[in-house]
């Protein structure tokens, strides 16, 4: 795959992967309903922060473990292959029927940049995010191109299309909010997502070095 092909996959996929509701879209909604705003966006903010130290984690350690180890990238691919077909079967087989916006308690204590500081924290301590981007953005990466700096700017664009999309659920919180949360929706998105989990989980494995 060349390169222009390979970032319209990856807008396509990142895309619709930002779209589904999850741990961050819940944060985001539940900061915007509950403490504002202003809030709100610093806990996108955060959020997006945590994927980036992800990202650069990924970038520099996936590069040159790849380019060592023939075994490395047989372990990686097989692994990450299998992960995204286990997520993929369970969002397709058990998609959730709600969006669940209590992600733990929401406080105006600790300073103002308190809700910052939470959207760091949940993204860096979920290794879920860290597995994903192993396993994901490589495949996006056309054969002669850097991995490392490729990997990067991948996630930096999940990260951008992050925000962007956290902008749009802040400005109209209660009418994007009330349709994401929807169960008919959280369960089209689940399994949308389960099928591009499968699908990218099936190239990874059938992928060669």
């Known amino acids: 795959m ?8 990856y807008l396509f996929a990142a895309g619709l992967l930002t779209l589904t509701p999850g741990l961050d879209t819940a944060m985001v909604l539940r900061s915007a309903t509950v403490e504002g705003r202003r809030p709100a966006i610093l806990a996108a903010v955060g959020i997006g ?3 980036l130290v992800w990202g650069a984690s990924v970038a520099l350690g996936l590069g040159a473990l790849l380019t060592a180890s023939r075994l490395a990238f047989t372990v990686l691919k097989w692994a990450g292959a ?5 997520l ?15 992600v733990g308690p929401t406080r105006r204590d600790g300073g103002p940049l308190a809700p910052l500081r939470r959207g760091l924290l949940t993204n860096l301590l979920n290794p ?11 495949q996006f990466t056309p054969p002669g191109v850097p991995m490392a700096p490729y990997v990067f ?15 749009a659920l802040i400005a109209a919180t209660v009418p994007i909010g009330r349709y994401m949360a929807r169960p008919d929706v959280v369960t089209v998105m689940d399994r949308l ?3 591009v989990f ?12």
């Open 2 to 9: 060349t390169l222009a092909p390979s970032l319209i996959a």
């Open 49 to 51: 922060l945590g994927c």
């Open 82 to 86: 299998a992960y995204l077909l286990y």
């Open 88 to 102: 993929g079967a369970r969002l397709i087989l058990r998609p959730r029927r709600a969006l669940v916006l209590d």
């Open 128 to 138: 879920k995010v860290g597995v994903f981007y192993v396993s994901f953005l490589p």
């Open 153 to 167: 700017m991948l996630a930096c664009i999940h990260v951008v299309m992050g925000l962007i999309w956290s902008g």
């Open 193 to 195: 997502t389960g099928c």
């Open 198 to 209: 499968i699908a990218f989980g099936a190239r990874l494995a059938l992928s060669r070095r």
